[in-house]
């Protein structure tokens, strides 16, 4: 026997290919091996990133006797979670149903034929803490199986059936209207913490998503608490640990309540998100603060996680190498002690840095060292001499070992980063920025893409990985191709969307209007994953159903509309209840709600009154407005943008033509008119 994840695109199962486990990708051949040899399936899911999953690697599934044990009881699968979300989400719903929680390292106990019968997570290599050590759920899982074969079929046969019985009745509810939304906002009300921003206690993870609906809603009703929770917080994750202070991009979640210590790990669909809602912030409200995170954030993803193909990699690792002790531990390449910033900086500049980064000699990380952030008792400097220390202490660190990267290219995380850049170019006038999301979208459309339109979920180095999109990647590469059309007016890029929006309706929706993350023609799991929640990225029946309403606003067709209000019954569902977990549902519903209203700006490109114009139009802050820009063109809409069909000048001059629910105003060729047009309308 030998390992087989030598020739897998993850990087995950790739930091796994040289374990003396017998590792099987997920596979029918692993599952027919398991048959033909009698024995369960041991299902280990994670991702590169993940710092319990590096642990539990290097205790147990590097050690020689815990892998030969492994290797005669078990068949043993390795998944990467981000290759095959479909996977991840039947087993991660069958842990959460029997052991009220979940996360990462899984670790599932299956039958030859898939069905799950005991679960966990993370186990250590001895026993501590009041749980067993692995060696010992291996043997107590293997001995029953040996000698309780009938007991184990029974209990996963039991777990088939409930997961079986799960089955969301949303279709049915009708999108949401105002009362539910403004039920949304006063059940957020209650959670948000007043004190420290964000919602909820420790860990807190950032609320990217509920703070767009709060956005959109502060549009929309003028309610000045939901803006005020988004600026509070925006500024409070600026503040902190979580955000890095000298490289840009933020880290996964903070371990604390007040945004210090973060688990170090950057991941893409994080730093995608929050760019554009600091992007949407200093749209709103005019904060140089908001300004200069989303430029640091989108600057830093260009930096740090774009690849050679043009795409942007997955995530940086929370642990790198310790140069002191040799060793790989977490947040090494981030934290400071003051000794370290007076040996870069000299002893003047290093105290002033350690007071304005809120570095102590106790320090707020591990063994006296310090997660830089910026107390609000700090003093203030001028920016040039921030500037200048920020720069000093980036540059000293890039000498540091640096954090591995996940370079594999995921389709829908690249599709949120494809919108934040396009955004972030043309709001702060970065057109490099606007390049580099080109960039991207041409490359999940060359490699990702096959000639039906389908979607691969990834690639890494250019090549294709063997894997089919799931229902995010459809929904949010769509956004990204819906923004990045509204930014440089190529309608090329509305036509890749449709073409992917077209295999949502008819690959991916029920006949209820309910929406499946899996294609009706792909492997067939225990269970076909249907999760409308947001969790740490839009879901992707809420994805979908913001880029439906979008594409069918350019378009004007019912069928995509229709759709997107029928997928909407979730929120209706669940936005008053649990709006935490339904963020993007929400945003996207008071997008519905305003419209969303139709932005056609006629004239020629190079002309500047046209530039103009369609600045103010994406600058405008009407909940899920689209806009589309280009020359006149006739009315046969053979033209790119059907917007744009049958609308010429005013007396020659660059015009803004704005509709909403039907109605269309009266043309301006005048920014502010427009401006005007594009602010609240109370409902």
């Known amino acids: ?87 991840d989400a039947v087993y991660m719903e069958a842990v959460q149903a029997a052991t ?37 759920i291996l043997q107590g899982v293997s001995a029953a199986w040996g000698d309780r074969r ?10 088939v059936r409930d997961l079986a019985g799960r089955k969301l009745d949303y ?25 420290r921003g964000g919602f909820g206690g420790a860990p807190k993870f950032p609320p990217s998503m509920v703070l767009e609906f709060l956005l959109r809603h502060h549009a929309r009703t003028g309610s000045e608490g939901a803006l005020q929770m988004v600026a509070d917080t925006c500024e409070a994750m600026a503040r902190g640990g979580i ?83 040799g060793k790989h531990v977490e947040g090494a390449y981030y934290a400071w002690t003051p000794a370290q910033l007076t040996e870069v900086l000299g002893e ?21 060292t310090s997660v830089l952030r910026l107390p609000q008792d700090g003093p203030a400097l001028d920016a040039g001499k921030a500037a200048g220390i920020r720069e000093r202490l980036l540059a000293a660190r890039v000498r540091r070992p640096a954090p591995g990267r996940d370079d594999k290219v995921v389709a829908a995380w690249n599709g949120l980063a494809i919108a934040a850049l396009a955004e972030c170019g043309a709001y702060f006038e970065r057109p490099d920025l606007i390049e580099r999301a080109t960039e991207a979208a041409d490359l999940l459309v060359r490699v990702h893409m096959d000639g039906k339109a389908r979607l691969a979920r990834t690639s890494k180095d250019g090549r294709v990985g063997a894997n089919a999109g799931v229902l995010e990647d459809y929904g949010d590469v769509a956004e990204g191709f819906l923004a990045l059309g ?50 740490a990225t839009p879901s992707g029946w809420t994805a979908a159903a913001g880029a439906l309403l979008s594409y069918a606003a350019h378009t004007g067709s019912e069928a995509h509309r229709t759709a997107a209000e029928r997928a909407l019954g979730v929120v209706h569902a669940l936005g008053p209840r649990v709006p935490r977990f339904i ?48 020359p006149p063109q006739g009315t046969d809409g053979a033209g790119e943008f059907p917007l744009l069909a049958g609308r010429g000048l005013v007396e020659g001059r660059p015009a803004a033509y704005v509709c909403r629910h039907f109605v269309c105003a009266r043309p301006t060729t005048e920014p502010a008119e427009l401006a005007e047009e594009l602010g609240p309308v109370t409902p």
Not at 150 to 159: C, P, S, T
Not at 175 to 185: F, N, V, W, Y
Not at 250 to 264: E, G, I, L, N, Q
Request: charged share 25%; glycine share 8%.
């Open 583 to 630: 963020g993007h549902g929400l945003a996207v519903a008071e997008a519905l709600l305003d419209g969303p209203r139709e932005v056609a700006v006629v004239g020629q490109p190079d002309d500047p009154a046209t530039a103009a114009l369609h600045r103010t139009a994406l600058l405008g802050t009407a909940p899920g407005a689209v806009v589309a820009v280009g």
């Open 486 to 535: 509204a930014v440089t007016g190529e309608g090329v890029w509305l036509e890749f969307a449709g073409f992917l929006l077209d295999l949502v309706l008819d690959r991916f929706t029920a006949e209820d209007g309910s929406l499946y993350d899996t294609a009706h023609d792909a492997e067939q799991l225990i269970r076909r994953p249907q999760d409308p929640t947001d969790t």
């Open 1 to 87: 026997m030998s390992n087989r994840l030598a020739h897998e695109t993850s990087p995950y199962l790739l930091q796994h290919a040289d374990n003396p486990v017998d590792w099987w990708p997920w596979s029918p051949e692993a599952f027919a091996q398991a048959r033909e040899r009698g024995v369960p399936v041991l299902l280990s899911v994670g991702y590169s990133s993940c710092h319990w999953c590096h642990v539990m690697a290097h205790e147990s599934f590097e050690d020689e006797p815990t892998a030969a044990y492994m290797n005669e009881h078990f068949v043993n699968i390795k998944v990467d979670r981000e290759e095959r979300p479909d996977v």
């Open 243 to 325: 955000y890095d202070q000298l490289g840009g991009g933020f880290a996964r979640y903070s371990v604390d309540r007040d945004w210090v210590v973060p688990h170090f790990e950057k991941m893409l669909y994080d730093n995608a998100l929050l760019c554009r809602v600091y992007a949407h912030l200093w749209r709103a409200t005019g904060s140089d603060l908001a300004r200069r995170v989303a430029l640091e954030t989108a600057d830093f993803m260009v930096r740090e996680l774009r690849t050679r193909e043009g795409g942007f990699a997955s995530a940086l690792d929370a642990d790198s190498e310790d140069p002191a002790s």
């Open 100 to 136: 009220g929680q979940g996360g990462w390292p899984m670790t599932v106990f299956l039958t030859p034929d898939a069905e799950p019968f005991y679960f966990g997570t993370y186990y250590p290599p001895e026993p501590r803490h009041g749980m067993p050590s692995f060696t010992q």
């Open 150 to 159: 009938e007991e184990v079929a029974d209990v996963a046969q039991r777990v």
């Open 348 to 368: 003047d500049d290093g105290a002033l840095a350690a007071v304005y980064f809120g570095v102590t000699d106790e320090g707020n990380f591990e063994h006296g």
């Open 171 to 195: 279709g049915k509810a009708g999108a949401p209207g105002g009362e539910e939304l403004a039920q949304a906002l006063l059940a957020l009300t209650r959670e948000y913490d007043a004190t």
